[in-house]
Nanobody, 116 residues
Framework: QVQLVESGGGLVQAGGSLSLSCKVS???????????MGWYRQAPGKQRELVAT???????NYVDSVKGRFTISRDNAKNTVYLQMNSLKPEDTAVYYC???????WGQGTQVTVPS
């Protein structure tokens, strides 16, 4: 069993920043052994999309719409993954989830709202 708890969401004006965190716990020793991790988001009426990934070795990848604005990172010692979001836009409004890519377990997500 793996538990993921996302935090850090909120309401921010366009152009602002938010920093999301995802704490992983449960029957794991360290997320360093769990492989790639990712941040997903789901906007109202839309499918969940993968926004950013980070491998165990720190290699990152982003969907085009957030490149240059979002940064994913991980602290294996703290079993935590982060998503720094800058220059936020109304279209970034969504519930954000983190996930260990190869494990089918989701947290409750954290709401990010950027009013237009």
């Amino acid at each position: 069993q793996v538990q993921l708890v996302e935090s850090g969401g909120g309401l921010v004006q366009a152009g602002g920043s938010l920093s999301l965190s995802c704490k992983v716990s449960g029957r794991i020793f360290s997320i360093s052994a769990m492989g790639a991790m990712g941040w997903y988001r789901q906007a109202p009426g839309k499918q969940r999309e993968l926004v950013a990934t980070i491998t165990s070795g720190g290699r990152t990848n982003y969907v085009d719409s957030v490149k240059g604005r979002f940064t994913i990172s991980r602290d294996n010692a703290k079993n935590t993954v982060y998503l720094q979001m800058n220059s936020l836009k109304p279209e970034d409004t969504a519930v954000y989830y983190c996930k260990i890519i190869n494990i089918d377990s989701w947290g409750q997500g954290t709401q990010v709202t950027v009013p237009s």
